[in-house]
Protein backbone atom coordinates (compact mmCIF):
# COMPACT_ATOMS: atom_id res chain seq x y z
CA UNK A 1 0.00 0.00 0.00
CA UNK A 2 1.36 3.41 -1.01
CA UNK A 3 1.68 5.51 1.93
CA UNK A 4 3.77 9.53 2.06
CA UNK A 5 3.83 10.66 5.38
CA UNK A 6 4.65 14.54 5.14
CA UNK A 7 6.17 16.08 8.67
CA UNK A 8 8.25 19.04 10.08
CA UNK A 9 5.30 21.59 9.85
CA UNK A 10 4.28 24.01 12.89
CA UNK A 11 4.38 27.59 13.63
CA UNK A 12 7.22 30.10 12.68
CA UNK A 13 7.39 33.77 12.97
CA UNK A 14 8.02 35.63 9.73
CA UNK A 15 11.10 35.84 8.00
CA UNK A 16 11.78 32.24 9.69
CA UNK A 17 12.25 29.05 8.53
CA UNK A 18 10.91 25.16 8.03
CA UNK A 19 11.90 22.04 6.69
CA UNK A 20 9.10 19.99 5.76
CA UNK A 21 9.73 16.25 5.12
CA UNK A 22 7.61 13.75 3.21
CA UNK A 23 8.40 9.50 3.69
CA UNK A 24 7.60 7.76 0.76
CA UNK A 25 6.80 3.50 1.27
CA UNK A 26 4.97 1.01 -0.77
CA UNK A 27 5.98 1.52 -4.07
CA UNK A 28 9.27 2.38 -6.16
CA UNK A 29 10.01 6.11 -4.92
CA UNK A 30 12.60 6.70 -7.28
CA UNK A 31 10.55 6.55 -10.18
CA UNK A 32 8.47 8.88 -9.43
CA UNK A 33 8.46 12.39 -10.07
CA UNK A 34 7.79 14.25 -6.49
CA UNK A 35 5.71 17.76 -5.60
CA UNK A 36 4.95 19.69 -2.72
CA UNK A 37 1.40 21.70 -2.93
CA UNK A 38 -0.13 23.66 -0.66
CA UNK A 39 -3.49 25.21 -0.07
CA UNK A 40 -4.50 27.96 1.65
CA UNK A 41 -7.84 28.35 3.33
CA UNK A 42 -10.62 29.47 0.57
CA UNK A 43 -7.71 29.12 -1.95
CA UNK A 44 -7.18 26.28 -4.68
CA UNK A 45 -4.52 23.94 -3.90
CA UNK A 46 -1.46 25.20 -6.15
CA UNK A 47 2.07 23.74 -6.78
CA UNK A 48 4.83 24.98 -4.75
CA UNK A 49 7.38 22.98 -6.09
CA UNK A 50 8.42 19.50 -8.27
CA UNK A 51 11.64 17.43 -8.93
CA UNK A 52 12.01 14.45 -11.41
CA UNK A 53 13.00 11.30 -10.06
CA UNK A 54 16.51 10.86 -11.00
CA UNK A 55 18.32 13.71 -12.35
CA UNK A 56 16.74 16.46 -9.58
CA UNK A 57 15.99 18.70 -11.62
CA UNK A 58 13.43 21.31 -10.12
CA UNK A 59 11.03 24.06 -10.39
CA UNK A 60 9.51 25.98 -8.34
CA UNK A 61 6.20 28.61 -8.05
CA UNK A 62 7.16 32.31 -8.92
CA UNK A 63 6.03 32.92 -5.13
CA UNK A 64 8.83 30.64 -3.38
CA UNK A 65 11.52 30.70 -5.96
CA UNK A 66 14.53 32.07 -4.10
CA UNK A 67 12.97 30.88 -0.84
CA UNK A 68 11.90 27.48 -0.68
CA UNK A 69 14.17 24.39 -1.83
CA UNK A 70 12.72 20.74 -2.77
CA UNK A 71 15.12 17.89 -2.46
CA UNK A 72 15.27 13.82 -2.20
CA UNK A 73 16.73 11.19 -1.41
CA UNK A 74 16.19 8.00 -3.30
CA UNK A 75 18.47 6.17 -0.74
CA UNK A 76 15.81 7.42 2.11
CA UNK A 77 12.52 7.19 -0.06
CA UNK A 78 11.88 10.85 1.29
CA UNK A 79 11.76 14.19 -0.42
CA UNK A 80 12.01 17.64 1.14
CA UNK A 81 10.75 21.11 1.39
CA UNK A 82 13.41 23.61 2.50
CA UNK A 83 11.54 26.52 3.44
CA UNK A 84 13.17 29.90 3.92
CA UNK A 85 11.85 33.61 4.54
CA UNK A 86 8.75 32.66 5.62
CA UNK A 87 5.94 34.95 5.16
CA UNK A 88 2.33 35.06 6.56
CA UNK A 89 1.30 34.54 3.25
CA UNK A 90 2.66 31.10 3.01
CA UNK A 91 0.43 29.67 5.40
CA UNK A 92 -1.49 26.72 4.55
CA UNK A 93 -1.20 23.09 4.70
CA UNK A 94 1.22 21.46 2.75
CA UNK A 95 0.80 18.30 0.47
CA UNK A 96 3.24 16.11 -0.73
CA UNK A 97 2.34 14.34 -4.27
CA UNK A 98 3.87 10.99 -5.92
CA UNK A 99 3.61 11.43 -9.75
CA UNK A 100 4.58 8.58 -11.97
CA UNK A 101 1.90 6.10 -14.06
CA UNK A 102 -0.34 6.88 -10.67
CA UNK A 103 -1.14 9.50 -8.28
CA UNK A 104 -0.41 9.81 -4.57
CA UNK A 105 -0.89 12.46 -1.85
CA UNK A 106 -0.23 12.41 1.77
CA UNK A 107 -2.28 13.92 4.32
CA UNK A 108 -0.85 17.45 4.81
CA UNK A 109 1.08 19.16 7.20
CA UNK A 110 -0.18 22.37 8.59
CA UNK A 111 2.67 25.78 7.86
CA UNK A 112 1.15 29.14 10.23
CA UNK A 113 3.58 32.00 9.31
CA UNK A 114 2.53 34.73 12.30
CA UNK A 115 4.18 36.75 14.65
Known amino acids: QALLVESGGGLVQPGGSLTLSCAASGFSFSRFAMKWYRQAPGKERELVAG????????NYADSVKGRFTISRDNAKNTVYLQMNSLKPEDTAVYYC????????WGQGTLVTVSS
Open 97 to 104: NAVWNVNY
Open 51 to 58: ITPTDGRT
